[in-house]
């Protein structure tokens, strides 16, 4: 009865949408959030956008990291057939701007007041020339460790904190027949834990020096050789069946006590979550081992030059949903970040959340604060494809620490 008064209403709906119709709001969306907690939490905004009077034409392309999206996008531009909404970041968005090919957001941000929601470090990412060319959805922190608590009682381990301590906590674990990392072998996932190593080993003085300012000094340096070192040791804690796996199956590891620790960022979180896990009791989140600091990647949407009233307003109304603080808390939540505006309750976020806000406000007053290479915000695709090259070819070959430093240094200077 009621499913037959719901398709009564629908079509009277309908039929008075078709007498006057309203403009009408559409958007393609191109992304790559496709694991299981990605995809709850782009659900989420598809959710807000058709409850809005939104049609939403959804455009995935799997691969994490984003660089399989990146080459479609290009593809798409260079065919002129842009999406409406494509989610970008870092020097990506300065690129795009600077090509011409992104809409300018100032006024719904000024409409929706922007300027005094957004913290600094996400509105330097998100405006071009002062103005407004992308959406932040979020702050995600990379340096992250995930851990099954009952593997490290197992062997009667702490939280190592120094990768001396992580090394010795996953030998243990080896000894008992544990895999101490779960690790997918994907070039930017071999970065992302490069990152984090070298955060860790040389503080984040020498992380900007290496990784944002690429100044071939630290490149080469004894610092980069003990970073080096660091990767080799760790390639002898991963499982044989490392190569090509996707970041979300690492993570179900640790969740089905496969393997004690993920080296990833807190989108793991996202997957423990969207499998109903609690954290402080099903699994552990800690930062990764050594000096403190916060390495920083943020999401944003840009919107393309489209033509076509439906397109525009569909961006407008986009880009307006993704900065209201319900949104924020719901969809972050889901996607294992913190709200990209500065004024959320932290709350009804759990520990893990609650911490990265607290370390994050730590590490802008003590500047430890880094911008992430293997997420794309630090440095452009070029050189940051040279050091994806490198970490990964030397993670899967027995390269030395000091070959792979030179190498390091001619490639990231052929890609600037
Ligand atoms: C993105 C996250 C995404 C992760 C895995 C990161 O670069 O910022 O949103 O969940 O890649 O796909």
Known sequence: MNMLKGTLFASAALGLAAATPAAAQ????????????EAAAVASLREAFEAAGGTWIDSPIAGGGGDAQATVLRSRVLAGDPPTAVQIKGPNIQDW?????????????AQEHWDDILPPLLRDIVTYEDHYVAVPVNIHRVNWMWINPELLAQVDAEVPTTWEEFNEVATRLQDAGITPLAHGGQPWQDATVFETVVLGIGGPDFYRAALVDLDPDAL???TMIEVFDQMRTLRGFVDDNFPGRDWNLATRMVMNGEAAFQIMGDWAKGEFAAAGLEPGTDYVCAPTPGASGYILNSDSFAFFNVEGEDRIAGQNLLASLI????????FNLLKGSIPARNDIDMSGFDACAQQSAEDLAAAVADDSLVPSMAHEI?????????FLDVVTEHFNSDMSSEEAVERLLEEVELAQ
Not at 97 to 109: F, I, K, Q
């Open 323 to 330: 900065l209201g603080p319900e949104f924020q808390e719901t």
């Open 378 to 386: 630090a440095i452009p695709r070029a050189p940051r494809g040279a």
């Open 97 to 109: 701007a600077e090509a011409g090919s992104l809409a300018n957001l100032d006024e719904v941000a």
């Open 220 to 222: 080469t340096s004894d």
């Open 26 to 37: 559409t958007a393609e969306v191109l992304h790559y959030w496709t694991s299981g907690g």
